[in-house]
């Protein structure tokens, strides 16, 4: 296999797509724990109206994740000193596993429930029946209402708005035919990363991998979901409403422009601008903490997403004076380019680098930051090496234009609901 090593972060890695079309991801570490993360190169972004001419609803990805690992495999695989687990972003699937022991039973038994269908009509059903009260707790939080809603205000059709989890509505039309054809579409060798670390002999992880099964899939056809978004303007720029929860909660959405414009302009830097970005403008930000401190404003979510040609950026911020801290925001954010000195932006390089090597020396945290970055076509240590060399003068001009992009807010005030 090729070795690779970028020379720094003490992380050479092994890469190649085997003869099942599987891509196999190796990164050596010391350590007694082995990892390994089955990683799956489409998310929850509605990329297909129709496949094999049936409808695709919203929300597919999301139920086939929780099909394929349920919560009695979990538990199971619990028992037998496995920790197993997924999660949903807009441009993967991931399946990561954690163990003492033998990692390629588990990752078989993963691989056998990837490549064909392990579920009934029963087992969606049931499933259906647990989402109805999640989804009925989602829609009472403050903190995902006022996220969803600000998105909303930020797009017009871009499928972005509707996140990964469907709604209970959404979960309804969800069906066994459609996420048969989904899975036969996606969940094939092609689409699929295996992320492995552990320590061990490159050869005998080949020859281990090697014996791993996956059945091949028929030809599907696919009728892409397509839209038209603007991105010189919000689909609206504030909206306002009442929960019953003890506090008030605001969401400050950031709008980018398309994928394709800002890749134009700064190639693959982005990846590594998007990496620091929100300890430079946000968590390592001294004026930006005082000030939330002075307004009695907290911040208590933020998610930087990219899907499709789409990347938003949203604060979530528990206050109880919305009008002080929009005026602070808008103010903030005006100036953004003036904000982060020399000396901030090469603290925060430093430290994105530090916080690197040390996550590094765990094998589930390094599978976890090879598979996250994997959708860009970029390794993990390619990425922070780009971050140690951004010119502060290129950050200080995206800084510029990023004062620019559109947007919107969402206040989710305490009362009582009418």
Known sequence: MPKHDIGHLNCPYYEETLANHITLCFIPRKAKLKSATIYIGQGGFLHAKEISSSKIPFGTPYYLMNLVLSSSLKENMRKEGVLASSDLDYSYVRYSLNTLGDIYKPLQTLLTRISSPCYEKADIDRFKEQEALSSKQREKNPILVSQKECLNNLYFSSPIRYGVIPSLDDGIRIHYTAL???????????????????????????????????????????????????????????????????????????????????????????????????????????????????????????????????????????????????????????????????????????????????????????????????????????????????????????????????????????????
Request: charged share 30%.
């Open 180 to 418: 048969k054809k989904y899975q036969d579409t996606y969940y094939t060798p092609k689409h699929i990363v295996i992320f492995l670390s552990l320590d061990d002999d490159i050869k005998n992880v080949l020859e281990e991998v090697k014996k791993l099964k996956v059945l091949s899939k028929n030809e599907t056809k696919e009728v892409p979901f397509t839209y038209e978004e603007t991105y010189d303007k919000v689909n609206r720029e504030y909206r306002e409403g009442v929960s019953n929860n003890p506090h008030s909660y605001l969401t400050y959405g950031i709008k980018f422009p398309s994928r394709s414009i800002i890749y134009d302009t700064y190639g693959e830097l982005p990846f590594a601008i998007y990496e620091i970005l929100l300890d430079s403008i946000c968590f390592k930000n001294q004026e930006f903490n005082q000030q939330l401190m002075n307004i009695r404003a907290n911040l208590v979510d933020t998610k930087l997403k990219e899907g499709g040609e789409d990347t938003f950026l949203l604060l979530t911020f528990q206050t109880e004076d919305e009008v002080a801290l929009i005026n602070f925001l808008t103010k903030y954010f005006s100036s953004l380019d003036k904000r982060i000195t020399t000396a901030d932006f090469k603290s925060v390089q430093e430290e994105t680098y530090a916080n690197a090597l040390r996550s590094l020396f765990l094998p589930n945290k390094t599978v976890d930051a090879f598979s996250r970055v994997y959708p860009n076509h970029i390794s993990y240590p390619s990425l922070i090496d780009h971050v140690r060399h951004i010119n502060y003068g290129t950050y200080r001009r995206f800084l510029l234009e990023f004062k620019s992009f559109k947007k919107a807010v969402c206040y989710i005030k305490r009362g009582k609901q009418e």
